[in-house]
């Protein structure tokens, strides 16, 4: 079972990453870009087969070490 | 010789540069903005080390697409010098102007330390002045210095003689424990196809002044200076 | 928000109930959330110093090379050549217990801040770091977190880090230490202060745009952590090294013109006290108009602009007439500029907002009627001194030595410095590790500075006034060391709870013995930090009053650091008597922290370091250590490893056992590497200095006086291992 | 109209921040996690409304600047 869990920075925590980008991207000539938030992907490919379980156990590793949860917040999907 | 410095924001060893290179040649270095266009009359373009827009992203990937690197890109398609140094050699490859791409150190780490560097060739214009296969010590600060190519690409490089410089232990060999970020194959340094554009990860720069513990990096920038010194005299 | 202002309110910002009081007797009706916080954080411990003000005045702060000492945002001295070394040290303890990368980061963009913004290129970046036992895994994420931050933020600004201090002690579980020192370099006719003046002219905010980042941090900073620090995180703010590289860039650019009247960087409580202390210093009135302030959020209020830490932003009253070149200079760095506001006649600051008038406070009585506290103190009896002949020695000399070598608090610390850049500028003469004093010259000149950080936290916690003076000491003696001529220091007092008697006396004490040692070894304190509250759950750290050194070498070429050459003299100065109370030896390998801390002779002191810098610059010593934790051993096994020679020791004196001799930490010495052994000790011995050869160097072992050889490769293995095996455990 | 860029190293590209993560949680106990990929993700809030549109600049963006195609590959999805 893949889990893909997702890590952002919480809302009004500052993103260097995402306002450079944006930055950037305005340079480049791409117009309407409004606002760009970073952040981090990560895959697992777990052993467990129910879909339940798979979830709560990549929710407890988002927790413990996958996210920074002073700064940020995920969301766990599962995948195929 | 003269020489241009590009200054991105966010880069920080252009003054380390501009010593370098003024000690060598006599000559100081010309700083140019990131959105100007002209090169016109330098023998020599650095892109020094540093952060560029904060290396958010990728590192060099903002820089890569200033303005002034569509000027140094067709400054090396005329034939010109370019050196890029750390974050200047990851933004040669983002640029496209050197293959491969330079990933996140190994070890996940910053890097910050001495390294030594074996020589592989010495009839460039930057290397000529050490020994074949030469070592030499260079202080190396980066945290993405892993070098990558896909295996064709490598293959290539090694067999165009591209491959300027590896890391390697302090009498030549060319071992893992002496590739501190991860390089495949050791790479430290690699050349264009007409070996006019080096893009190296350590920074010679940091050592050509015996008060800073050796004169390792200075032979670099002497066979800089003595490439284009007819011309400069001339001038 | 919306919430009544009340005495309720108003302690829940930190303010007492008599503390409110002369709110509301300033303002004569109770004031407006905005005017409460406001009132909040600049009566905060962190912005008012209202616990320590009082002691703090007993420190020296003069002497003819200092031009700035404390009051302003650092301190500055005169290196000569037309230059002045700006430099300071501010603690971020607090926030990077909570988030160590962030915490760590901003404290560094912190105090980078109160450098460039007096018109200094910082050169060099400083840490004293303190952590808990190491045996916790708390205690490695916050030293990976810290130490990545640190190196995050300063290698991206590229002002190389090039020197620190390290400590453990359980002391500092749920409470690390992370001090960061900056020292810049200015011509002594631009130096920039913060005191408006001129009635009409803009105040300008450049930098970064503000965000509802770190909301109330500098109240944060000044209560104690109880069970609920997890509710306190949000106050978190992120740095942003990038645009503090540009806020260097535009802000020196600037400097280069007469634009700029006053300057002051945003740091703790913001806006709030760059504007107060700005307006207050130059005896005028300020009027801010909230509606100009660059935001990232929408719909923050007055008081959310007012309070936030957002970082990387400064503020500026220019002059009217060249507020067109300085926007240019700001545009060109990409970076925000905007004139929110003005200067006024008043007297007051006053805040307006969407048109209403969030906030009117006259400035003088906000800082005149700030809290000061005469907080009662509790000295801590003296512990009596131990005797060494009282302390068996089970271990032996060569099984201590390699047990101290490698324990956390005498272990490498490469892996933390490989990490920082410490070569960026191409000025670094001495890295980490090659000297007692980091040496950083000056571009263009032959001079260079000598930079240290010090203290001994276990001595200050077995006698603070002792420990306070050592700390002093060891700075100007790790500056010695290299030949460079001690200036000045910075310093950051991190104690306890205020509050409690016995806190307040360790500061009382630790300041007594710092002012004793500042005077006689002529060193005054120029500027500094004050970070009090340091407790978890009720329970103190250690007193840890750090000491941040600068000294100057006219001649960069003559400075020398500790890696020994070979086939030389191994000499030490200073006397010896083996004390073994609070030493390293005492605790690592007797297991036990007891006994008076070693004395420092303020005169032998100066007698033996003023020796060792002539004997530097006259090209006598090759090689030079100060004598510190772990004693004569470490010293010179410090040195062996850094110079990669070994050394074969004579026997030591009869009168001392050995491992008092050995290890014992006796103040006022150095271990010096010399041609002519016996001449040097004539020398040394004329000057009335206690001399006496240690051994010569060469070879490839380390040869101990009982006999026992250790391999260089075999301590350099002990030595390096810790922190690698340690941080590379995983999660 | 929101599109997601989601980054990920090509197979056969090293990822050691996959690896070092993938031995964390085992180091904290987390047992079958049998892969773990680390990637970037980018959250573009675009003026533009029409999600063709709006997709091809996304893609457009990510070929021109967001991933780095030598060791990147990268897709993207629309959202609200
Ligand atoms: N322990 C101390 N010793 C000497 N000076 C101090 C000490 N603590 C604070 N100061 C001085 O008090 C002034 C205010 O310090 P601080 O509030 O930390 O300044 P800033 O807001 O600029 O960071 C500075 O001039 C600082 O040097
Ligand atoms: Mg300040």
Redesign the pocket.
Same mark, same amino acid.
């Given at each position: 079972m893949k889990a893909i869990v997702r890590v952002m920075l919480k809302n009004g925590v500052l993103d260097p990453q995402g306002k450079a980008i944006e930055h950037a991207l305005a340079t480049l000539g791409f117009q309407g870009v409004e606002d760009v938030r970073a952040g981090k992907i990560i895959e697992l490919s777990l052993a467990e087969t129910d879909p339940e379980r798979a979830r709560a156990s990549a929710e407890e590793m988002a927790r413990r070490l996958l996210a920074n949860t002073v700064i940020e917040s995920f969301t766990v999907e599962l995948a195929g | 010789m003269k020489a241009g410095i590009v200054v991105f924001p966010g880069i920080n060893r252009e003054r380390d540069m501009a010593i370098a290179l003024t000690a060598a040649s006599g000559a100081r270095p010309r700083m140019i903005w990131h959105q100007e266009r002209d090169l016109a009359g330098l023998d020599l373009v650095v892109l020094p080390g540093g952060f560029s827009h904060g290396d958010y992203l990728r590192c060099g990937a903002m820089a890569a697409r200033a303005p002034v690197m569509e000027a140094v890109r067709d400054f090396a398609a005329r034939g010109g010098y370019v050196l890029g140094v750390c974050n200047g050699f990851q933004i040669l490859t983002e640029a496209g102007l050197l293959p491969g791409a330079l990933l996140r150190n190994a070890s996940l780490r910053f890097l910050s330390m001495d390294c030594h560097l074996r020589v592989e060739r010495t009839d460039t214009a930057f290397a000529g002045h050490y020994q074949k296969h030469a070592v030499f010590r260079a202080p190396m600060a980066h945290g993405d210095g892993n070098y990558f190519a896909d295996a064709a690409t490598l293959d290539r490089l090694e067999g165009e003689g591209l491959v300027g410089f590896r890391y390697a232990m302090p009498d030549g060999a060319i071992t893992p424990e002496a590739n501190r970020n991860g390089s495949q194959r050791n790479i430290a340094g690699i050349y264009s196809a007409n070996l006019r554009v080096l893009g190296l990860m350590p920074h010679p720069e940091d050592l050509v002044d015996p008060l800073m513990g050796g004169t390792d990096g200075k032979p670099i920038f002497d066979a800089l200076a003595a490439t284009f010194a007819p011309r400069s005299r001339a001038a | 928000m919306q919430r009544d202002v009340n005495q309720d309110l108003a302690r829940e910002f930190g303010l007492s109930a008599e503390e409110y009081g002369r709110v509301l007797s300033i303002m004569g009706r109770p004031p407006s959330l905005t005017e409460l916080g406001i009132f909040s954080v600049m009566w905060s411990e962190?912005?008012s110093?209202k616990s320590?003000r009082v002691w703090?005045k007993q420190?020296p702060?003069k002497a003819p090379w200092v031009i700035h000492g404390?009051?302003?945002?650092?301190?500055v001295v005169d290196i000569g050549e037309g230059l002045a070394a700006i430099f300071?040290m501010?603690s971020h303890n607090h926030p990077s217990f909570i988030e160590p990368y962030q915490g760590a980061a901003t404290g560094v963009g912190?105090i980078l801040r109160?450098v460039f913004t007096m018109g200094a290129r910082p050169i060099a970046n400083l840490n004293a770091l303190r952590f808990g036992s190491p045996e916790t895994t708390v205690t490695r994420r916050v030293v990976d977190g810290v130490v990545r931050g640190i190196g995050g933020y300063g290698n991206c600004v590229g002002v190389p880090t090039v020197g620190g201090e390290i400590n453990f002690h359980p002391a500092y579980d749920g409470n690390p230490l992370v001090n960061a020192m900056t020292v810049g370099i200015a011509r002594t006719d631009r130096i920039f202060l913060s005191a408006a003046a001129g009635v009409g002219n803009p105040v300008v905010y450049v930098g970064s745009k503000t965000g509802r980042d770190g909301i109330h941090g500098a109240t944060m900073a000044s209560a104690e952590f109880g069970a609920d620090a997890e509710e306190k995180r949000p106050t978190v703010q992120v740095g942003d090294p990038f645009i503090e590289k540009l806020l260097i860039e535009a802000c020196l650019e600037l400097m280069e013109t007469d634009a700029i009247i006053a300057i002051?960087?945003m740091?703790?409580a913001g806006l709030t006290?760059s504007a107060v202390?700005m307006a207050g210093k130059g005896g005028v009135g300020i009027a801010l108009d909230l509606d100009a302030v660059p935001q990232r959020e929408t719909g923050m209020s007055a008081y959310e602009m007012m309070l936030s830490e957002s970082q990387e932003r400064m503020l500026m009253v220019l002059r009217p007439d060249r507020q067109d070149a300085a926007r240019a200079i700001f545009e060109k760095w990409e970076l925000d500029f905007a004139v929110i506001g003005h200067l006024t006649d008043t007297g007051r600051i006053t805040i307006r907002h969407q048109g209403v008038t969030e906030a009117d406070i006259p400035l003088a009585p906000l800082a005149d009627q700030a809290p000061l506290y005469h907080r009662p103190t509790a000295e801590t009896d003296k512990p009596a001194i131990l005797n060494p002949a009282r302390v068996e020695d089970r271990v032996g000399l060569t099984g201590a030595l390699l047990r101290l070598i490698a324990c956390p608090d005498l272990c490498s610390r490469a892996w933390v410095w490989d990490q920082y850049d410490s070569t960026v500028g191409g000025q670094t003469v001495k890295r980490p590790g090659a000297a007692d004093a980091a040496v950083v010259k000056i571009e263009g000149h032959a001079m260079a500075l000598a930079l240290t950080t010090d203290c001994t936290p276990r001595y200050c916690a077995a006698d603070a006034e002792a420990g306070g003076a050592q700390a002093v000491a060891e700075a100007w003696r790790n500056i010695t060391a290299t030949g460079a001529r001690p200036l000045a220091i910075?310093? *950051?007092?991190n104690f306890g709870n205020p509050e409690k008697p016995e806190i307040m006396g360790q500061f009382a004490a630790a300041i007594r013995g710092m002012a004793a040692a500042c005077t006689a070894l002529d060193f005054p304190?120029?500027?500094? *930090?004050?970070s009090l509250y340091n407790e978890t759950n009720g329970r103190a750290i250690l007193p840890t009053p750090a000491i941040g050194g600068l000294g100057v070498i006219e001649d960069a070429a003559k400075a020398v650091g500790y890696a020994l050459p070979p086939w030389l003299d191994v000499v030490l100065l200073g006397a010896t008597k083996g004390w073994l109370g609070q030493s390293l030896w005492l605790r690592e390998i007797a297991g036990r922290e007891e006994g008076a801390p070693p004395p420092v002779d303020l005169k032998a002191e100066k007698q033996v370091g003023d020796f060792v810098r002539t004997q530097i610059l006259a090209g006598t010593i090759r090689a030079c250590h100060d004598v510190s934790d772990g004693g004569i051993m470490i010293a010179v096994a410090e040195m062996a490893l850094a110079g990669k020679a070994g050394v074969r020791l004579s026997t030591g004196p009869r009168d001392i056992p050995g491992h008092a001799f050995w290890f014992g930490e006796d103040q006022g010495r150095y271990i010096v590497a010399v041609a002519d052994g016996a001449g040097f000790i004539r020398a040394a011995e004329a000057a009335g200095i206690a001399a006496m050869k240690l051994g010569t160097s060469g070879g490839r072992d380390l040869t101990l006086p009982d006999g026992g050889t250790i391999s260089l490769t075999m301590l350099a293995e002990a030595h390096a291992r810790f922190f690698p095996e340690w941080m590379e455990k995983g999660a």
């Open positions: - | - | 962190h912005c110093y320590s703090l420190l702060t404390p009051g302003e945002n650092a301190g300071k501010e912190g109160d002051q960087d740091g703790a006290s202390e910075t310093d *950051n007092m304190v120029v500027s500094g *930090n004050v």
